[in-house]
């Protein structure tokens, strides 16, 4: 059996070449505050690659998306072992667009503390009055460059997404940025709507796009995950305040508590984590994680 190394390691995810195509693994690593904690979340990352797989199935008539396979039997042999059944994933190569998409359906966040400054976030001018969490009366696009690892992104403003892709693809800027806005705009109606129908409101999201070998936009990386989507409780929604969420937020607020910890969560803020996980995954799909 041929032994493979990732080509790209993050904080959660590894990213293996597999010749024409490439396997996503969404390990069980756990990062908070930009650190990656020493504990491991046991199912964290099939919670992540199944969850993508749902969403992915599910909007691929308003853009086709990078998934191929999620079953490790597509994959090469050095794949077909428990560690990796579950939360792999086999993706079409595309050529990354350098724009993270983001989505707000509602205010919490930087764009709270942003509208609570300027009545501003990410440059749109939103209604007086709005109060941390309120919906707004329309999703907004707010795209921000994609920083190196390492670097902050930086939120830029649609006229400027235009100029940013430009720089990268002469001619095809003003395209792209109206193709990545309707797609991130129609993809968040679609799935915020669904998932409010389940009990669970999208507050907002981010996506991510890419070229095909034929210059078609596809939907890549992940798709409305809790590391990539705040998802909140449609039970007890009162805007005025935080919500509480189906992602880390108990192990971020444990490690805020206890600064000296070095980083090491109790296993019982192991277990609550992936317990609202496991808990968002069923009230979304339905199902329980296989």
Avoid at 19 to 33: E, H, P, Q, Y
Avoid at 48 to 58: A, G, H, P, V
Wanted: glycine share 8%; with cysteine.
């Amino acid at each position: 059996m041929q032994e493979m190394k990732p080509i790209k390691e993050g904080k959660v995810r590894e990213i293996y070449d597999n010749g024409d195509s490439l396997i996503m693994v969404a390990t069980d690593r756990i990062s908070c505050f930009d650190e990656i904690l020493n504990n491991q979340v046991t199912k964290k990352g099939t919670v992540l690659t199944q969850m993508s797989k749902f969403w992915f199935d599910m909007t691929k008539d308003i853009v086709p998306n990078h998934m191929i396979s999620v079953d490790v039997k597509d994959m090469p042999e050095f794949f077909q072992r428990p560690e990796f059944d579950g939360n792999s994933m086999l993706c079409r190569k595309l050529n990354m667009l350098p724009i993270e998409c983001i989505v707000r359906g509602y205010i919490t966040g930087s764009g709270w503390a942003s509208y609570q400054k300027t009545g501003l976030v990410c440059g749109i001018r939103l209604p007086e009055g709005l109060k941390e969490s309120d919906r707004l009366p329309e999703p907004i696009y707010t795209p921000s460059t994609k920083a190196e690892q390492g670097e902050h992104d930086e939120n830029i403003s649609y006229e400027q997404s235009i100029a940013h892709l430009e720089k990268f693809f002469p001619g095809k800027g003003e395209e792209y940025a109206q193709k990545l806005r309707d797609y991130t705009l129609a993809l968040y109606k679609k799935c915020a709507e669904y998932a409010l129908s389940r009990g669970i409101i999208i507050a907002d999201t981010k996506f991510e796009f890419g070229l095909d070998e034929n210059g078609v936009i596809v939907l890549g990386d992940e798709m409305l995950t809790p590391d990539s989507s705040r998802f909140w409780p449609a039970e007890g929604y009162e805007p005025g305040h935080g919500q509480p969420s189906f992602d880390k937020q108990i192990a971020r607020d444990w490690l805020k508590a206890n600064p000296d910890s070095n980083w090491t969560l109790p296993q019982e803020i192991v277990d609550k984590t992936i317990a609202k996980y496991l808990e968002g995954y069923e009230m979304l799909t339905g199902e329980k994680l296989a």
